[in-house]
Structures are given as structure tokens and as C-alpha cells.
């Protein structure tokens, strides 16, 4: 069975350095993943190109485009999720926290994501653990172990690449290893799978209009 890994990065150049961060992250998991004899697609989300739509949806009460939709069932369908911000003002981009805002709170409950990001400086190494980890533990999303940071002076250095190669492999174990709910051979415990909604869709049935109003005569 394929599994699916979307690659959000909010770049806002090309090229990019965090996109040139997202792509190697995102070589080294399919690697990792292949190596386990499994498939892997990977589906990269450029959030540069939607940023008018994410604007949109901010300010429109959340109505989202049919572009942001069909991003936002992306995510919510996918088995992993790597995630590349560069830092402004010291924390994850306006774009990036845009694009995360539009989510149903539910889209990512018990995904497995790798946070990374791109800054020019190495003071900024400290948005990993004080930004992206808060946001997706409100997400309840998985996050593995080992984040990335890349400055400037980090790409192509061997302690990048070992960290890439570190959080890769543990972003592979963790999308492979979905799925298993049962312990020691019983059977799956189906009520402990994660609940996940791309929010763009109606779960329950809904009474039409028309029913609500039969037999009201409107006079009081």
C-alpha cells in the first residue's frame, strides 16, 4: 500500500532556501520509506501560491475557496505530514500560521508531521521547540522527536544532513505504523483510531428547511 505525505512550505522566493529544506526532507523520507519496502507519494503544497485565498477565507468569516478546499482534504487524508516555515520576527511565518488556521481543528489528530524551518541566523533555532511543537500539539497532530533547523551556513553541512536523515527515519516509522490499534493479537480497537475531518464536508444528515417549517403558520 502507497502512503501519501504532504509537504506544506511557506516559502515566499524562488528559489527558496525553505523549499530547498522541504525537498530535502522530503527525499530522505521517501528513502526511509522505501528502504521498509513500502511506496510513498509525495504532494508538495506551495502556500506562496495561495496566499490570496488564505487571505480570503480570513476575511470572509472562513469561507474558503475551492482551491484552500481542496488543500485542506489534502491534509486531512494524508498519512504524514513534513512542515517548512521560515522565521520571521523570530517564529513561523504569517502565511504558515494562515494556512494552519483554516484547518478543521480535526484534520490532523494523530498524524505523524516533522516540523522544520529555514532562518538566515542560528539564534532563530528555538522556533521549533517554543512555536511549531505548541501548534500541532493543538492540532493533536504526532510530532516526531527530531525537528530540522537549517541558517544559511547549515546547508551542506554534514549536521544537516544527519539531522535530516534522523527525523526522516522517524517520520517513516511513524506514518508505516499507523493503523495498528491491536495489542498482543486481539482485535483492532477501532474506537482508539484518530477522528479526522477536513471540515468541508457534512458528516450527519441535515433536516431540510422545508421540514423545519411544516405546519408553522408564521403568525406567531
Known amino acids: 500500500m502507497s502512503r501519501r505525505i504532504v509537504v506544506v512550505t511557506a516559502g515566499l522566493t524562488v528559489p527558496s532556501s525553505t523549499r530547498l529544506l522541504a525537498d530535502q526532507l522530503a ?26 485565498e488564505l487571505a480570503t ?6 469561507v474558503p475557496t475551492p482551491r484552500l478546499t481542496g488543500l485542506r482534504e489534502q491534509v486531512a487524508s494524508a ?7 521560515p522565521v520571521f520576527s523570530a517564529s513561523f511565518s504569517g502565511l504558515f500560521k494562515m494556512f494552519f488556521d483554516a484547518l478543521d481543528p480535526d484534520s490532523l489528530t494523530g498524524t505523524p508531521v516533522l516540523v522544520a524551518a529555514a532562518a538566515g541566523s542560528a539564534r532563530h533555532q528555538l522556533v521549533l521547540d517554543h512555536a511549531m511543537r505548541p501548534l500541532f500539539a493543538y492540532l493533536r497532530a504526532v510530532v516526531v522527536p527530531t525537528g530540522v533547523f537549517a541558517a544559511t551556513e547549515d546547508f551542506g553541512s ?7 536523515t534522523r527525523a ?6 511513524a506514518v ?3 493503523g495498528t490499534y491491536a495489542v ?17 464536508r457534512v458528516e450527519t444528515e441535515v433536516t431540510p428547511f422545508g421540514d423545519l ?3 408553522h403558520s408564521g403568525s406567531d
Open 57 to 62: 477565507f480570513m476575511v470572509t468569516g472562513g
Open 213 to 215: 417549517l411544516r405546519g
Open 158 to 164: 554534514h549536521g544537516l544532513a544527519d539531522r535530516i
Open 27 to 52: 527525499e530522505a523520507t521517501s528513502a526511509q520509506v522505501t528502504a521498509r519496502g513500502e511506496a510513498v507519494e509525495l504532494e508538495f503544497v506551495e502556500l506562496r501560491e495561495v496566499a490570496g
Open 168 to 173: 526522516a527515519a522517524e517520520l517513516a516509522a
Open 79 to 85: 498519512d504524514g505530514l513534513i512542515a517548512v516555515t
Open 184 to 200: 498482543g493479537g486481539f482485535a483492532p480497537d477501532l474506537a482508539a483510531r484518530p477522528r479526522r475531518s477536513s471540515g468541508t
Open 176 to 178: 508505516l505504523s499507523q
